[in-house]
């Protein structure tokens, strides 16, 4: 069983920056592939960022370029910058873990970001 703690989230406003943190438990963390998901009111989950265990990424069309995502495996903590904040990036943003080797996935309990106009 892998548990996800989440941080980082908050209030800003329009044009600022956040990083979110996921720490991730258990010794799993360097085979695993992370990522980051959000959820607005109203809309289905959305991918934001994806970080393979090799440290390849992909990102949403609508962050590119404002966002990266990296990670630590000294720390098993996988991060999102997040700068250029706009009203559109309001949502819960979910961490998740995605073990390579058997497929588990596990999710983190979610950070409110909210960005003002």
């Known amino acids: 069983q892998v548990q996800l703690v989440e941080s980082g989230g908050g209030l800003v406003q329009a044009g600022g920056s956040l990083r979110l943190s996921c720490a991730a438990s258990?010794?799993?963390?360097?085979?695993?592939?992370m990522g980051w998901y959000r959820q607005a009111p109203g809309k289905q989950r959305e991918l934001v960022a994806r970080i393979l265990a090799e440290g390849s990424t992909n990102y949403a069309s609508s962050v590119e370029g404002r966002f990266t995502i990296s990670r630590d495996s000294a720390k098993n903590t996988v991060y999102l910058q997040m700068n250029s904040l706009k009203p559109e990036d309001t949502a819960v943003y979910y961490c998740?873990?995605?073990?390579?080797?058997?497929?588990?996935?596990?999710w983190g309990q979610g950070t409110q970001v909210t960005v003002s106009s």
């Open positions: 998740i873990f995605t073990a390579r080797d058997t497929g588990s996935t596990y």
């Open positions: 258990g010794s799993l963390f360097s085979r695993a592939n």
